[in-house]
């Protein structure tokens, strides 16, 4: 079950992923994003984005969370102070930061 509260961040899913960017991201960035996150891998199209808006300087990315569900597995990547909650189907908690 994935669960979400309302706030000022822009969420976007696309197939069995979803990406979290925070709300100073601009909406062509979203735009993008959402578009080819389709049928592609969220965590590369993400990160591309991200780094194509930044430059070469990876300290200088964003705060973002990306997860991803495929084939029974969950892969999530979380960068900045949003964590990410995952539970398994046994009830086992996990908090990526």
Do not use: C
Not at 31 to 51: K, T, Y
Not at 66 to 93: F, H
């Amino acid at each position: 079950m994935l669960t979400y509260s309302s706030g000022d961040w822009h969420v976007v899913a696309a197939g069995g992923s979803v990406a979290m960017l925070p709300p100073d991201i601009g909406a062509d960035t979203v735009a993008r994003v959402w578009g080819a996150m389709q049928g592609a891998d969220a965590f590369a199209v993400v990160l591309g984005e991200l780094v194509a808006r930044v430059g070469a300087d990876m300290s200088a990315l964003p705060p973002f969370v990306v997860l991803g569900l495929a084939d029974g597995a969950a892969r999530v990547i979380v960068r900045g102070a949003t964590p990410a909650r995952v539970e398994t189907s046994g009830g086992q908690v996990e908090n990526v930061s």
